[in-house]
């Protein structure tokens, strides 16, 4: 949906913004008062999410949590709805038979009998996007010996990977509103480049819940800061810290790190890409951010093409991307990671490379994030 017709739709889902906002306060109030069943974990459980809908940012700090856990010598496992994949894949056969016919171990408060997807394991990737979702193959690829589970119920997935893949900590990919497991650390995202002051509740806004939802984050975190935009974050975090004067406030920006060739796993340097013509595509929350990476990084950009969020590739996208790359006299295809793992299936001999990003977190998110590892362990 573009940005006129979702103001459009905004505008006139406003009428209803109050009822759905009650509902999630009602179903928050449930969960609170234990009148819908939650579950503890034995580990700890890090819910990395976002108040908002759209990209925010929770993939890239997903792999920086996880980085920092395993600094610290624990054995992190993601778990993640796989939002996105094909589901009749599944049903086709096209799974591995260890992560479609899995029974749930014991737990201390009984058995789960759901059935996740193992993505990867600690030894290897088990699934691609189709099956599993764009973002949980990222993660799987980026983040190799890091077990990486799907499925709509992450209790039994958080139940499956404590039990038989022995992960000592769980990381919950977009967990904010997921208050079927109990965490033990919130974090609650926001975007630099799309700031929501005064938003308002779905359907009348960008907001999934009521802005009081916010008073069950221990932190929040702004991603995707630079000096364009760091004036309108200091007046976001004004905006947050007198609503939630006790909850830390966090800042992160994205910084391009260097470029993936194909399917190659080895990380090429920046430079190399700044002496051709670029096509340029990309089917995430905000493409045009992407293409302004790309500027800002120098390269040259000789055309454009955005893609839905979590577009699924075919190879006549594919072919329609290389004809539309020549016609402007472009030398190859760049994209970014999480496009990549999609359309890599159809690549041939054109130049098809992506950029590599990363998010980097201030020192104090760290020192945050040790504390809290040291109060539960």
């Known amino acids: ?118 993505v990867a394991d600690y030894d290897q990737l088990l699934l691609g996007p189709e099956t599993a979702g764009d973002e949980p193959a990222l993660l799987a690829r980026t983040l190799p010996g890091v077990p990486v589970l799907v499925g709509s119920k992450r209790v039994a997935s958080g139940c499956y990977a404590v039990d038989n893949l022995a992960a000592d900590c769980l990381v919950l990919d977009d967990g904010f509103q997921h208050l079927a497991m109990i965490r033990d650390l919130d974090l609650a995202l926001f975007s630099a480049r799309d700031l929501p002051f005064l938003a308002r509740v779905f359907p009348g806004g960008p907001l999934r819940e009521p802005w009081s939802a916010l008073a069950r984050a221990n932190a929040l975190i702004i991603t995707g800061v630079d000096e364009e935009n760091r004036q309108e974050v200091i007046r976001f975090r004004h905006f947050l810290h007198n609503q939630f004067p006790a909850t830390p406030c966090f800042v992160g920006q994205y910084r391009p790190i260097g470029l993936l060739v194909g399917d190659q796993s080895k990380t090429t340097p920046l430079a190399r890409g700044r002496n051709r013509s670029w096509y340029g595509f990309a089917g995430i929350a905000k493409p045009e951010s992407f293409r302004q990476t790309l500027q800002r990084e120098n390269f040259m950009v000789a055309g454009f093409r955005a893609f839905a969020d979590h577009h699924s590739y075919t190879a006549a996208d594919y072919q329609e991307l290389i004809t539309a790359a020549q016609a402007q006299g472009a030398g190859g295809l760049i994209t970014t990671e999480k496009d990549l793992v999609k359309i890599i299936p159809f690549a041939d001999e054109y130049p098809l490379w992506a950029l590599r990003v990363e998010l980097f977190m201030e020192e104090a998110f760290d020192d945050f994030l040790r504390n809290f590892l040291r109060i539960s362990h």
């Not at 573009?2 to 179903?27: C, Q």
């Open 1 to 118: 949906m573009n940005e006129r017709r979702l103001k459009l739709f905004f505008t006139v889902g406003r009428v209803f913004s109050p009822v759905y906002s009650l509902l999630m306060r009602l179903r928050a109030w449930l969960y609170r008062h234990d009148c819908l069943r939650r579950r503890k974990m034995l580990v700890p459980v890090i819910s990395v999410g976002n108040l908002t809908m759209g990209g925010t940012g929770k993939t890239p700090l997903v792999m920086y949590v996880v980085r920092q856990l395993q600094k610290l010598d624990y054995r992190p496992a993601i778990l993640s709805r796989g939002y996105g994949r094909r589901r009749k894949a599944i049903a086709e056969g096209h799974t591995d038979g260890r992560a479609a016919r899995t029974e749930m171990g014991p737990t201390s408060r009984g058995r789960c009998r759901q059935t996740p997807l193992l």
